[in-house]
């Protein structure tokens, strides 16, 4: 989920040619890739053979335990790029990789006790279902569908454009294998999804979420071991060989520069610790169980396994840092995304040796098969968007007359669903094709301050605020997904640096890469200037409906 | 794993380490009902729109609801916890992230060995976490569930509407 520092762009496939011999990693990583592919597609034929219901596609029959969703939560949440990416800027920036690590993990806290349960209580497939509970359907309907499905894209786009990386940095595959890379991921996610729905979804994040603790409690261990379970000494090795010695431990390395460069990270932090509330395909997750109650273990469950696997990317980071050395890590890839495979063939044995190309190959399967899951996720709670938010309101008015069906609604949504993902995948694998050379690290705090200014004002006024209006929840989504999309056109990232996305011309009037400083408090403020400014005044009856419910589940789906 | 059949919810708790003792049985399984199709079971097989003229008289349940006694207790107990809780940690995390950027200097003073207090306090941002998870869920199984169960059972019985969406 974080990829953060994932540079896209500065990946060279050229990396295994200098490292060892490229066919043995190559061969390998290719058998264990397919290993999963196979396991994943069986689940998904085994999930697809039943009957498509509503329920059963967009919440794969709400019946799944704490611990499964849980690992199923963790597994939505640890991207291949937490996994590569944040021991990798802990490995190259030492304490300040670290800061991500925690902001990740803390926005947790936010999602326990101010979302998870009542968003269960009131809501039935979508984010959409809980901001329109007591609003006007129809506008609110569309806006949170829409905010949501334009996360839900960026997103998309980091995690496909980190695929492509990884394939370049594992089988050193160049333009035509990066391309096809992004293209099977692409297709592969649609399928998950269009055939599986969400019980395939939620069983490939378990097997993924399995996989990827097992790898990483592997390679910490190992670390440990090789410093005789002494961090002092761990931290000590991670300083002397990382080039810039004590400074390593404190903060200021990445982010000490300009007070600009400290206050985009004060926004990154803000994003993060907000952001994860008000992703649409964590929020989708709650719905895959019977209650409140089993919604709040799960969130439970995924913050022990979430917390282990940053404190052991910490482990990771600091082990590579010491163990191969920062400039080794550095030179490889500048972004310092190959620190882990780096690590993993170091503590195998070394290059060359088959414990050190067993244990490479074995991380880059783990990675790839986070990302697919990853993709399939976001696939899923998009279209559920679609299909269940922006379809079916269109639709309703449509056909309000006809007195259509509920049932055979619920039908049509499935349908449209289906096709949506076919359409998400399109997108993405277009939009992905294009940012191919991109850093997409901005694509990720993007989605995170998006996700945070357009969702979560709207959200958290619609549970808590009783004066909260219609207007006031259309403002709040717009309020904050048109200024964090503005910001982002307007700043260093996309014009006026090499590095940016139009490198050559200059249009950039903000400074901050990431847009949440200002963009979170525009949609709260939006959010309230809409319910001031309302004609109407907010239903009571309607409040005390998502009241009651939010906190006793009488009536829940 | 099929779990069609309405296997309670509460099954699994033999390997969950947030079991809960106190709660144990309270989970009447209500959740056993065929989830295939409940908007086909709408009373009546009211379409949506009749909901809407209709809601008179559910708003006015629900509102009595909301100023019972009962309801204020649970709603009390909740934010009592949730938002103070949440404001601290949010404190504590931007004091965090801000002390980084702002007193580098204290942040890289040493503490034990290479252990700085920027290290300590990023351990400590993992501990409050875990802490407050742990607190959290503590509070929410012995203050609130039962006591939102009653309510969620007499709100059943009285609108008749077990599941409205």
């Known amino acids: 989920m974080s990829e953060v520092g994932f540079n896209g762009g500065s990946l060279s496939g050229g990396y295994l040619a200098d490292a060892t011999g490229a066919g043995e990693h190559q061969g390998l990583a290719i058998v264990l890739f397919t290993l999963f592919v196979s396991v994943t597609l069986a689940i998904t034929a085994w999930a697809g053979r039943r009957r498509s219901s509503s329920v059963e596609f967009f919440a794969g029959g709400r019946l799944f335990t704490p611990m499964e969703n849980g690992l199923a939560i963790a597994g939505d949440y640890m991207s291949a790029a937490s996994f590569l990416g944040i021991s990798g800027l802990i490995a190259l920036f030492g304490y300040d990789g670290l800061l991500y690590s925690v902001g990740f993990f803390v926005a947790w ?30 506008p609110v309907r569309i806006a949170a569908g829409t905010s949501s499905v334009v996360v839900s894209i960026l997103y998309l786009v980091a995690q496909m454009v980190g695929a492509s990386s990884l394939v370049g940095l594992l089988l050193g595959g160049h333009g035509a294998a990066r391309t096809w890379t992004v293209i099977g991921v692409g297709a592969l996610m649609v399928f998950y999804v269009s055939f599986g729905g969400m019980r395939a979804t939620t069983w490939i994040q378990i097997v993924k979420t399995v996989l990827l603790i097992g790898g990483t409690i592997t390679l ?191 039908e049509d949504e499935v349908r ?56 006031g929840a259309v403002w709040a989504i717009y309020g904050g997904l048109v200024p964090a999309l503005v910001l982002v056109i307007l700043s260093p990232v996309f014009s006026g640096r090499p590095d940016a996305l139009f490198p050559g011309v200059d249009f950039h009037l903000f400074p901050l890469e990431n847009p949440g400083l200002v963009s979170i408090p525009l949609g709260f403020l939006a959010g309230w200037l809409g319910t001031v400014l309302s004609p109407e005044d907010a239903d009571a009856g309607k409040y005390a409906e998502t009241e009651v419910r939010s906190l006793t589940g009488a009536g829940a789906a | 794993m099929d779990k069609q059949d309405g296997v309670d919810p509460g099954a699994l708790r033999m390997n969950d380490p947030w079991q809960d003792t106190a709660g144990a049985g309270l989970w009447i399984p209500d959740q056993t009902a065929p989830e295939a199709g409940p908007e086909r079971t709408r009373p009546e097989g009211a379409p949506r729109q009749d909901l809407e003229t209709g809601a008179v008289d559910r708003s006015a349940v629900y509102l009595e609801v909301q100023d019972s006694a009962a309801f204020q207790e649970v709603r009390a107990r909740y934010r009592g916890f949730a938002f103070p809780a949440v404001a601290a940690f949010l404190v504590w995390y931007l004091l965090y992230v801000v002390a980084a950027t702002a007193a580098p200097d204290l942040m890289a003073h040493h503490v034990a060995g290479d252990l700085n207090v920027a290290m300590v306090a990023g351990l400590a941002q993992f501990a409050t976490t875990f802490l407050l998870t742990w607190a959290y869920a503590r509070h929410a199984r012995l203050r609130r569930d039962r006591a939102a169960l009653d309510l969620r059972w007499s709100l059943a019985t009285r609108t008749g509407q077990e599941r409205v969406r």
């Open chain 1, 109 to 138: 806290l936010v999602v326990l006790m101010l979302v998870a349960e009542l968003v269960r209580n009131c809501g039935r497939y979508t984010l959409a279902d809980v901001l329109s509970a007591r609003m006007r359907q129809r």
């Open chain 1, 220 to 410: 910490t261990v190992m670390v440990l071991v090789r410093f005789h379970g002494n961090p002092n000494s761990l931290l000590h090795a991670a300083a002397a060989n990382s080039g810039h010695g004590d400074a390593f431990l404190g903060p200021g390395l990445k982010y000490g520069g300009s007070w600009t460069s400290k206050l985009d990270f004060i926004s990154l932090g803000l994003a993060l610790v907000l952001g994860t509330a008000g992703l649409p395909h964590i929020l989708s997750r709650f719905y895959t169980v019977p209650t409140a109650r089993s919604a709040r273990r799960s969130v439970v469950w995924a913050i022990g396994l979430i917390g282990a696997f940053y404190l052991m990317t910490i482990v990771l980071g600091f082990g590579a840092a010491a163990v191969v050395g920062s400039d080794t890590v550095r030179s490889s890839n500048e972004a310092g995304n190959t620190a882990v495979p780096l690590l993993a063939e170091i503590l195998g044995g070394g290059a060359g040796t088959t414990g050190g190309t067993v244990l490479f190959a074995v991380v880059g399967a783990v990675a790839f098969a986070t990302i697919l899951a990853v993709v399939a996720g976001i696939t899923l709670a998009s279209s559920a968007s679609v299909a269940h938010d922006l379809y079916a309101t269109l639709r309703r008015r449509a056909t309000a007359d006809a007195a259509k069906e509920e049932g055979e609604m619920e």
């Open chain 1, 416 to 471: 449209v669903a289906r096709f949506a993902a076919v359409g998400i995948g399109a997108a993405a694998i277009g939009i992905s094709l294009f940012a191919q050379d991109q850093n997409i690290a901005f694509l990720v705090g993007l989605a995170f301050a998006v996700a945070a200014s357009a969702n979560l004002p709207g959200l958290l006024y619609s549970l808590f605020w009783r004066r909260f209006t219609t207007r």
